[in-house]
């Protein structure tokens, strides 16, 4: 009788001991479902684990911001409320850039932009100008205009990267809203066989501006702004053989309208993205 009693706490032991080196932890996704596996290793970004009844032990890696709570088999329990948002999670984002403003055709100008991400929440962004090309008030026979420009801005993103509770991952990296600081010059001429006018500005200031980001490809961007300018403004006409000269009060050049060295951005555009942000963080990684 003794040792029956002693066989069956040995086996019971034993069962209790295998049990234990297999124990079984869940975790619930954001979709509802539960997987019962064996977590084996939670860093910032990622959960790795197997599947309980997988004798193989494959194991699996699973992103944190899809999952809503981990049970451990030793009774803890762990809910993922706000994961950390790391460079992980943006790797296979498009890190640049190529628009153009079609609002600026409006205006006779063809703005060209380029936008680099230098980080989760900030870009350089630089645009080139030509003045001239159009279908606005100023294309039309009697008036010839043309002339370039550049401009150079610094992108910060409002509030960083954070997903919504209905989201899976954070919104794009290129998009967002943002403030961007700018600093620019325009060389504008505008003449005809009587009058003439040329402008060559320095201009400084500030847009407020939002991106959308479609398929991770195409991009929609609108913002407006102000901006302070100075330079040489000059307008003069043609007539009986003499010329008379006046300063010129007024700029319009593509996406920026004013006078008295005070004027108002704005603008819309159309582009593509394109790179790959995981890629940039691998070369910085083997340097």
Known sequence: MMKSILNITLISLAMIFVTT????????????????????????????????????QVLFTLDRIMVTEIKFSYGREYKEEEPIMTKD??????DLALKINISSMLFDAAILSFEKITSLNTSVEASIKKHGIGFGPYADNYYDRNGFGAELGYK??????????????????????????????????RDSDFYEESSKVIHIGSNFGKVHVIQDLIIFEYYAGFSF???????????N????????????????FGGNNFAVTLGIKMGLGFGKYGSKEDNKKRR
């Open 21 to 56: 080196l297999h124990a079984q932890d869940t975790i619930k996704k954001k979709n509802g479902e539960v997987l019962k596996v064996v977590v084996k290793e939670i860093n910032d970004s990622q959960i790795k684990y197997y599947h309980f009844d997988d004798p193989n």
């Open 89 to 94: 999670y943006f790797e296979d984002d498009a």
């Open 241 to 256: 053989g003499s010329d008379e000269v006046y300063d010129l009060n007024g700029i319009n050049a593509g996406d920026m």
């Open 156 to 189: 910060v993103k409002f509030g960083g990267k954070k997903k919504k509770k209905w989201q899976y991952r954070p919104d794009h990296l290129l998009s967002g809203g943002y403030i961007m600081p700018h600093i620019g010059f325009d060389i504008i001429k």
């Open 229 to 239: 300018y100075g330079g040489s403004q000059k307008q003069s006409y043609t007539y």
